[in-house]
């Protein structure tokens, strides 16, 4: 009877040991899990969703066929410097320009290209430091290059290419006073083959963008700058809640402003600085 009590008190202890073994490793799982989930959450806190413009060149564009995640242009080439000095990740996401709003609204997105100027509710942003000077002008028919040539104000009896949905702050004064006719079109190089195809006889658009599509598309074509329509500081809008990116920005940018590198940025992109 001794001795089968022993056996009990020997077999009782090893299922002890295993036991104990076995929670050891669930508790190491759980914490392995937990701190995997963290990980993961924590990257997640890292990476801003960032709205990619369809085609904006210089500023922001794709080259046909390329499916590399980060884009090209120059608000690329300063999100790249922003991403190494802070260690941050972004994710780009194509939202029509009619539905940018809402997607802030639904926090889908957190931080996009635009000025102060064009947003009906600044006070739910925080914007960057100017990154450049945006200048919408005409783009007309004309002997010599980019000569400005007449007043806005002095615009009658013409056809305007503009892009659908954007408003123009000094032309929109002048639409029927003046009897303009407004021709909309998808994006600035489509604009710019209607004015190519004479269906109208001035197109609108931002300054360093026609001068880009000009030299890659209309090379011979007498097209140039003729009249300035207004000018806006561009800047990244963040949201509230997004504010510390912002500041992070505006680090970056005052650092490649110090060293001349914003400069050079900015000329090899025909982009406007301040």
């Given at each position: 009877?001794v001795?089968?009590?022993?056996?009990?008190?020997?077999?009782?202890k090893?299922?002890?040991?295993?036991?104990?073994?076995?929670?050891?490793?669930?508790?190491?799982?759980?914490?392995?899990?937990?701190?995997?989930?963290?990980?993961?959450?924590?990257?997640?806190?890292?990476?801003?969703?960032?709205?990619e413009?369809?085609?904006?060149?210089?500023?922001?564009?794709r080259?046909?066929?390329?499916?590399?995640?980060?884009?090209?242009?120059?608000?690329?080439?300063?999100l790249?410097?922003?991403?190494?000095d802070h260690?941050?990740?972004?994710?780009?996401?194509?939202?029509p320009?009619?539905r940018?709003?809402?997607?802030?609204a639904?926090?889908?997105?957190?931080?996009?290209?635009?000025?102060e100027?064009?947003?009906?509710n600044?006070?739910?942003?925080?914007?960057?430091?100017?990154?450049?000077?945006y200048?919408?002008?005409?783009?007309?028919?004309?002997?010599?290059?980019?000569?400005?040539?007449?007043?806005?104000?002095?615009?009658?009896?013409?056809?305007?290419c503009?892009?659908?949905?954007?408003v123009?702050?000094?032309?929109?004064?002048?639409?029927?006073?003046?009897?303009?006719?407004?021709?909309?079109?998808?994006?600035?190089?489509?604009q710019?083959?209607?004015?190519?195809?004479?269906?109208?006889?001035y197109?609108?658009?931002?300054?360093a963008?026609?001068?880009?599509?000009?030299?890659?598309?209309f090379k011979?074509?007498?097209?140039?700058?003729?009249?300035?329509?207004?000018?806006?500081?561009?800047?990244?809008?963040?949201?509230?809640?997004?504010?510390?990116?912002?500041?992070?920005?505006?680090?970056?940018?005052?650092?490649?402003?110090?060293n001349g590198?914003?400069?050079?940025?900015?000329r090899v992109?025909?982009?406007?600085?301040?």
């Amino acid at each position: 009877m001794v001795q089968s009590s022993s056996k009990n008190i020997q077999y009782g202890k090893r299922h002890q040991q295993i036991a104990f073994v076995a929670i050891c490793a669930v508790v190491a799982f759980i914490l392995s899990a937990t701190h995997a989930v963290s990980a993961r959450a924590d990257d997640k806190d890292s990476t801003l969703v960032f709205r990619e413009n369809i085609e904006k060149a210089p500023y922001i564009y794709r080259m046909k066929g390329s499916n590399t995640k980060l884009p090209q242009g120059y608000i690329p080439a300063l999100l790249k410097y922003f991403m190494d000095d802070h260690d941050v990740d972004l994710d780009f996401l194509i939202v029509p320009r009619n539905r940018v709003p809402s997607s802030f609204a639904q926090q889908k997105l957190d931080v996009a290209l635009l000025s102060e100027k064009w947003i009906e509710n600044p006070e739910d942003f925080t914007f960057s430091q100017p990154i450049a000077r945006y200048r919408t002008v005409l783009v007309g028919e004309a002997d010599s290059k980019n000569e400005i040539s007449f007043n806005i104000s002095e615009l009658k009896s013409a056809y305007i290419c503009a892009h659908r949905g954007y408003v123009y702050p000094e032309l929109d004064k002048y639409w029927e006073s003046n009897n303009l006719i407004r021709v909309d079109f998808a994006d600035e190089l489509l604009q710019l083959k209607g004015l190519q195809a004479d269906r109208c006889q001035y197109a609108i658009v931002e300054e360093a963008v026609a001068s880009w599509y000009i030299k890659r598309h209309f090379k011979g074509q007498r097209m140039a700058i003729v009249a300035e329509e207004n000018t806006v500081p561009l800047t990244l809008a963040f949201r509230k809640d997004k504010a510390e990116y912002a500041a992070m920005f505006d680090s970056t940018i005052s650092r490649l402003k110090a060293n001349g590198e914003l400069n050079i940025l900015q000329r090899v992109f025909g982009v406007a600085g301040y």
